[in-house]
């Protein structure tokens, strides 16, 4: 599993934590019924305080996302497969509305816009498709 925190971004840390992981969730690269790593192994991973990574997996458990298994685990549910595509759906909604709101502030065209969105896109998934990390 992979996550990479910015602490300059303003965003608070569990959150980047909790999306990352919710995205790998949603596009598979983490698999139902697969383990997640302990608090005490991420967190120390990620030099992070294990109570902001115990927040951060509750808040995923609460959500649907994974289920602990007494004394085993915590491991990602395999019951939110069935509104996969809304979920999907709904984050990127919102994170080509924000974009949009900038594009627009700054006075950019859609067609301009739309343009630069492609090349990003099509770079990144060649990036992706060749096993770079993201």
């Known amino acids: 599993m992979i996550a990479r925190i910015d602490t300059r971004s303003g965003i608070p840390i569990f959150r980047q934590i909790y999306d990352q992981i919710e995205r790998q969730i949603l ?3 983490l ?3 697969e383990q997640m790593p302990s608090v005490r ?3 120390a991973e990620l030099k992070i305080n294990p109570m902001t990574l115990s ?4 808040m995923l ?3 649907g996302y994974l289920e602990r298994k007494r004394g085993i685990g915590l491991f990602v549910a395999s019951g939110k497969r069935s509104n996969i595509n809304s979920e999907k759906r709904r984050i990127v909604s919102s994170v080509l509305r924000s974009a949009a709101l900038e594009v627009i502030q700054l006075g950019v065209g859609e067609k301009d816009a739309i343009e630069i ?3 990003h896109f ?3 998934n060649k990036d992706n498709k060749t096993g770079e990390e993201l």
Do not use: C
Request: glycine letters at 22%.
């Open 27 to 29: 596009g598979g690269k």
């Open 31 to 33: 698999s139902p019924g």
């Open 41 to 43: 192994e991420l967190s």
């Open 55 to 58: 927040k951060v997996y509750s």
């Open 61 to 63: 458990e609460s959500g």
């Open 117 to 119: 969105f492609a090349g």
């Open 122 to 124: 099509r770079t990144i």
